[in-house]
Nanobody, 127 residues
Framework: VQLQAFGGGLVQAGGSLRLSCAAS????????TGWFRQPPGKEREPVAL????????YYSESVKGRFTISRDNAKNTLYLQMDSLKPEDTAVYYC?????????????????????WGKGTQVTVSS
């Protein structure tokens, strides 16, 4: 499985960015996918997750109402629309893919059911 994220960059607070992730290596539409991020000096954290057909989505409290995750199974592509960006959104953003149709919100699974990780794209939000 290969995951390649695009769209990171430098943006001012209040601005928007759209991340894309191109997936290959297996049938994209069969699996849950998502975005994680790792802020500088901090641990990796989930941002948003989406099930195989887009009918179920999870957002972390810190991005709820500002970010939107979506997928286009015909194009094998995952998206993250980020609006009203804040300096605390500065991080490396990683595209991920799971091994099942749904993500896992169990507290015992720190990776939320994600098995594969892309290389990440840097998002920097200036104040």
């Amino acid at each position: 499985v290969q995951l390649q994220a695009f769209g990171g960059g430098l943006v001012q607070a209040g601005g928007s960015l759209r991340l894309s992730c191109a997936a290959s290596g297996r049938t994209f539409s069969n699996y849950a996918t998502g975005w994680f991020r790792q802020p500088p000096g901090k641990e990796r954290e989930p941002v948003a997750l989406i099930n195989w057909n887009g009918s179920s989505r999870y957002y972390s409290e810190s991005v709820k109402g500002r970010f939107t995750i979506s997928r286009d199974n015909a194009k094998n592509t995952l998206y993250l629309q980020m609006d009203s960006l804040k300096p605390e959104d500065t991080a490396v953003y990683y595209c991920t893919q799971g091994g099942r149709t749904y993500y896992n919100l169990s507290s015992r699974d720190r990776d939320y059911g994600m098995d594969y990780w892309g290389k990440g794209t840097q998002v920097t939000v200036s104040s």
